[in-house]
């Protein structure tokens, strides 16, 4: 990461206090359902970043010849403690600026990195990710789409699943096969797709919380010029691993890239205190003790990601070590579902409607405790790479890892 520290942090934080009071909108505390369409929202959100952008506050940690400021993490931290209380664009959070924005910056071409992260930077733009398929998401080294070079292009077929706002994207970054006589780790190749080219079907899925911000995929003879590598062809799964790295550590709250922290309005995760005050329950002692031990898993958690990024960003923990965070935020996040839903309890099945009350803002949140364990690599994957790469315990037998591909045996 590029660092320019000729301003001191405590001056970048009062001028952002400023700025901030002076500039953004307050956010009234409003949450809503997730909607069945969440458009608004989106246009909604590109007009904060381009207002962060036009302020010099946007992409604090990107180069500035990426359009950033290049400054350096505590900088952003400083921003995302000011920028508490005020309306943010934390939908263009993950996957945009702290998965795709920080893959390209670390493997994207000059031309990658000059267009795609200044116009996302910008406000202009949203990136998306194309990683799972709906034969699984685990053995990503697996993946079956593929791209087959015709001339100076490559042409796409197959299909993708679960990418979060690929609806509301402009480009994905598609992980697809590009040689089968191969191992399947290096059979691949990442590439940079418009989701608006002729042949990409974006279709939207709905959830059990009623949102549909998920997407699938289907990819039908696109073509690709041969700029839409992202790194080398036949490099794929280094791309990804680097995607995966930026994953986890987004995921698990340790992305310097973001602006506030936090999820959207419309996702709504209530902390057990505020379940227990709302609801006049904060002197009950079992109740305490709830909300007690929730808080200290929070503290712990908090704790961890300081430390844990800062042993990655130093260097001392290789990438593996964002699997630590992921892991963790997994299980912080189920156990504050968990116990918001007891402290609730019937509350939680009453409260509905157009403006979410407290229980209803619990149920929602609840619907979604079992994604924490899934998005960015399942929470078993991370238990497997904390064990192999951080623990040098032994490798899972592998059938298929030094086979060619199109030898592998697959969908039995
Ligand atoms: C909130 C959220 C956001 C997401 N966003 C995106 C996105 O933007 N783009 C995208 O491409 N995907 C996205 N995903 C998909 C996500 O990456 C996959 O759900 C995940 O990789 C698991 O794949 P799967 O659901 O197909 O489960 P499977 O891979 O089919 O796994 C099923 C079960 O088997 C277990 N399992 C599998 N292999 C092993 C193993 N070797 N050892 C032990 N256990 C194993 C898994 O842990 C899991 O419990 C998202 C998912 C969520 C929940």
């Known amino acids: 990461m590029t660092e320019n520290t000729t301003e001191s942090v ?20 409003h949450v809503s359902p ?40 505590a900088h952003q931290q400083a921003f995302t403690e000011e920028c508490r209380g005020y309306e943010m664009p934390l939908l263009l959070n993950t996957p945009t600026f702290s998965i795709c924005a920080a893959t390209l910056l670390d493997v994207g071409t000059e031309e990658q990195k000059r267009e795609r992260i200044s116009a996302a930077i910008r406000g202009d733009e949203a990136l998306c990710q194309f990683l799972s398929e709906p034969r699984g998401g685990s053995d990503l080294a697996g993946v079956i789409t593929r791209a087959e070079r015709d001339g100076d292009r490559w042409i796409l077929n197959g299909a993708k699943t679960w990418s979060t706002s690929a609806y509301a994207a402009d480009w994905g970054l598609c992980l697809a096969r590009t040689d089968w006589e191969v191992s399947k780790h290096r059979g691949l190749t990442m590439f940079l797709v418009p989701t608006k080219a002729p042949g990409v079907t974006v279709n939207r899925i709905r959830m059990v919380n009623g949102s ?25 799964w280094e791309v990804a691993s680097r995607q995966m790295f930026h994953e986890r550590n987004a995921v698990g709250g340790g992305s310097p890239y973001v602006s506030g922290r936090g999820l959207p309005p419309t996702m709504p995760r209530v902390p057990p205190i505020d379940v227990a005050r709302a609801l006049g329950r904060s002197d009950d002692p079992a109740v305490r003790e709830l909300v007690g031990e929730a808080l200290v ?44 839903l007891k402290i609730a309890g019937a509350n939680a099945a009453t409260g509905t409607g157009a403006d979410l009350g407290i229980g209803g803002r619990v149920s ?27 623990l040098g315990m032994p490798r899972e037998p592998a059938l298929d890892r030094d086979v060619p591909f199109k030898e592998v045996k697959r969908g039995r």
């Open 364 to 390: 929602i949140g609840y619907l979604m405790r079992q994604s924490a364990s899934l998005g960015g690599g399942t929470t078993e994957i991370s238990r497997n790479i904390i064990s192999e790469r951080l």
């Open 212 to 236: 549909r911000e998920f997407c699938e995929e289907y990819f039908d003879d696109v073509v690709l010029p041969a700029s839409a590598v992202v790194g080398e062809v036949g490099g794929g």
């Open 297 to 340: 898993m929070t503290a712990v958690h908090e704790q961890m990601v300081e430390r844990v990024s800062r042993a990655l960003g130093s260097g001392a923990l290789p990438p593996a070590g964002s699997s630590m965070l992921r892991l963790l935020h997994a299980e912080t996040s189920q156990l504050r579902e968990d116990i918001a």
């Open 34 to 73: 997730p909607a069945d369409d969440d458009i608004k929202e989106w246009h909604r959100a590109r007009e904060l970043q381009k207002k962060l952008y036009a302020g010099g506050f946007a992409g604090i940690c990107f180069p500035k010849e990426y359009g950033g400021l290049g400054l350096s993490p």
């Open 10 to 29: 405590e001056s970048f934080r009062a001028r952002a206090r400023t700025w901030l009071a002076e500039n953004m909108p307050r956010w009234d505390g």
